[in-house]
């Protein structure tokens, strides 16, 4: 069983290699907290990318990132992902390391702090006074008696490139996004046919059988499903 991490910033979307994260708390001589909680940041290793988003944040003192989310995934399909919002953040540190061999890629390591964060697996909120982007779960949706009720079902589904176009045209060896969009469905399983006669799809690793993703567990109403797309195998 593996785990495959996902930073999405920005409309962009990022394979994280290595992340860490805590909560530290001051305590006197009997352990008790003697201060209130604080994030240490959020210390990430990404594949590092054409784009210098991050290191132009980085070199600016006061231009914060609204939104950042951590996703953690199952490598195995139908498994519960977990999504770490981050609001209001800030990029503290950027680093860019290489290393001369063909089984290392080139990699990006952030350090990344927020205002607030709230994690889809907890009840429980990190804030500081100076948030103020609010969280997802505060937010109240305006829906009449008939839509509480509305039956679940998958809205609309498309294939978009990493920079979320609609594209038409799916060549072996393009990475796509698997958009779904769907509406009372979260923590319900999902099974798609993509049927594509000259190409096969990979999800985390693994070849779809007859081209078809099963038991996916829907998260959101708005699922961005990452696929690579290979030569169909004989």
Not at 143 to 172: C, H, M, P, S
Not at 197 to 214: A, Q
């Amino acid at each position: 069983m593996g785990i495959i991490a996902k930073l999405y910033v920005n409309g962009q979307v990022y394979n994280v290699l290595e992340s860490e994260q805590g909560i530290i708390q001051s305590s006197d001589e009997t352990g008790r907290p003697t201060s209130r909680p604080f994030h240490t940041g959020l210390k990430a290793a990404i594949e590092s990318t054409k784009d210098t988003y991050f290191f132009e944040k980085a070199i600016h003192p006061t231009q914060q990132i609204q939104e950042i989310i951590l996703e953690y995934s199952d490598s195995m399909p139908g498994r519960r992902t977990r999504r770490i919002r981050f609001v209001d953040c800030y990029v503290t540190f950027d680093s860019i390391h290489f290393k001369a061999n063909d089984t290392d890629p080139l990699t990006e390591t952030l350090l990344i702090t927020a205002a607030g964060i709230e994690d889809s697996h907890s009840q429980g909120k990190y804030t500081t006074p100076r948030q103020e982007t609010e969280f997802l779960s505060n937010q109240a949706p305006l829906t009449t008696q008939e839509e509480e009720t509305e039956k679940k079902k998958v809205i609309d589904y498309y294939i978009t490139d990493l920079n979320n176009k609609r594209i038409d045209k799916i060549l072996a060896g393009n990475i796509i996004l698997l958009n779904i969009h769907s509406k009372n469905m979260t923590d319900e399983l999902f099974t798609i046919k993509l049927s594509n006669k000259t190409i096969d799809f990979k999800y985390n690793g693994e070849v779809l059988t007859d081209d078809t993703l099963s038991n996916y567990r829907i998260g959101s109403n708005h699922e961005k499903i990452e696929l690579e797309v290979i030569k169909q195998e004989v």
